[in-house]
């Protein structure tokens, strides 16, 4: 496996355990995400991190990686089963999903949705 699918399954481990700090300290600093719940882009380590935290006080998310997929020098297509609860455990959705994601500096920079979500 490359070094961006290993850095990967570990930003989607620490995601799934709720380690935010660990999720964190495997983006770039200038890293920008896509805000699903209110639209726009998120920018900065510290930024990304609090959007996360966010989500995690109204629920419960949990993201597989299917099978990844490396299209270009420095950017991976990953496939991923992706589940949400709310905090009493209720699912909310449970969808597929297509994200694109590019590394700098042996971090994650960017992750676009492509598909699903």
Not at 69 to 76: D, N
């Amino acid at each position: 496996m490359s070094r961006e699918h290993d850095l990967l399954v570990q930003a989607y481990d620490a995601f799934n355990a709720r380690d935010l700090s660990a999720l964190a300290d495997l983006f770039h600093p200038l890293v920008e995400w896509p805000d699903i719940l209110e639209g726009g882009v998120i920018t900065g380590r510290p930024a990304v991190q609090a959007y996360f935290g966010r989500q995690l006080e109204v629920m419960i998310p949990d993201a597989r990686i299917i099978r990844t997929r490396l299209v270009a020098p420095g950017r991976l297509e990953v496939d991923l089963q992706y589940a949400v609860h709310s905090l009493e455990g209720r699912l909310w959705s449970d969808t597929a999903a297509t994200l694109a994601y590019d590394f700098q500096d042996d971090l994650i920079i960017r992750m676009t949705v492509l598909s699903g979500l």
